[in-house]
């Protein structure tokens, strides 16, 4: 798996869009781009994926760069349901989970 | 939600004592995975399996065996618990077709 880097934290304020990057520098051809994000104890929860293509769904988007290096996950209007830990990972089948990074939306 | 369900909740047991930990789905899928969370690791794979009696290890599996009889049962024993597998445990599951995992609610362990 590609080693991804992300800030350990971030502030949103309620209802604008949350950012959250993500850089990996090293990912290989074959490896997709995974979020999921884990909400206090809770099991961990998938939010999208991609190889190379900007994708969308119900959640979020996912921006790849072209050079697919780094990408940035976007919540569009950012609830208080939002709070939780969000891990960016870069595999191709097997999914090793980071640190991540702790958004806190505030209201 | 997919259907994942992972017994018992919460278990406490003494250092030396064997633990078996259950996870069933309902979703009939192929590959099941055993994680452990504990604070400054993020979430670390322990086992996982890619079919009935299919298994093998992950990065964390020193202390731990597995099992998998049938599609919705993956098991996860400790032969002899000790105070550093103190953790949260979380069961996982994938279809074949798919990339994404779909976790449980998580079992919490301690061992004292």
């Known amino acids: 798996d590609a080693k991804t880097t992300q800030p350990t934290s971030m502030d949103c304020a309620e209802g604008r869009a949350a950012n959250l990057p993500c850089n990996h520098s090293t990912i290989s051809g074959n490896e997709y781009v995974y979020w999921y994000r884990q909400i206090h104890s809770q099991g961990p929860q998938y939010i999208i994926h991609?190889?190379?293509n900007n994708e969308t769904n119900e959640m979020a988007s996912l921006i790849i760069t072209e050079d697919r290096k780094s990408s940035t996950l976007i919540l569009p209007h950012a609830t208080l349901r939002d709070t939780a830990v969000y891990y960016c990972i870069a595999s191709y089948q097997k999914v090793t989970f980071g640190t991540g990074t702790k958004l806190q939306v505030i209201p | 939600d997919a259907g994942i369900t992972q017994s018992p909740r919460h278990k406490v047991t003494e250092t030396g004592t064997p633990v078996t930990l259950r996870c069933h789905q309902t979703e009939n899928h192929r590959y099941m995975y055993w994680y452990r969370q504990d604070p400054g690791h993020g979430l670390r794979l322990i086992h996982y399996?890619?079919?009935?009696?299919?298994?093998d290890k992950g990065e964390v599996s020193d202390g731990y065996s597995v099992s998998r009889s049938k599609t919705e049962d993956f098991l996860l024993t400790l032969e002899s618990a000790t105070s550093s597998q103190t953790s949260v445990y979380f069961c996982?599951?994938?279809?074949?077709?798919?990339?994404?995992?779909?976790f449980g609610p998580g079992t919490r362990l301690t061992v004292t």
């Open positions: 991609g190889l190379k």
């Open positions: 996982a599951i994938r279809g074949g077709d798919s990339y994404e995992q779909y």
């Open positions: 399996s890619y079919g009935v009696k299919d298994t």
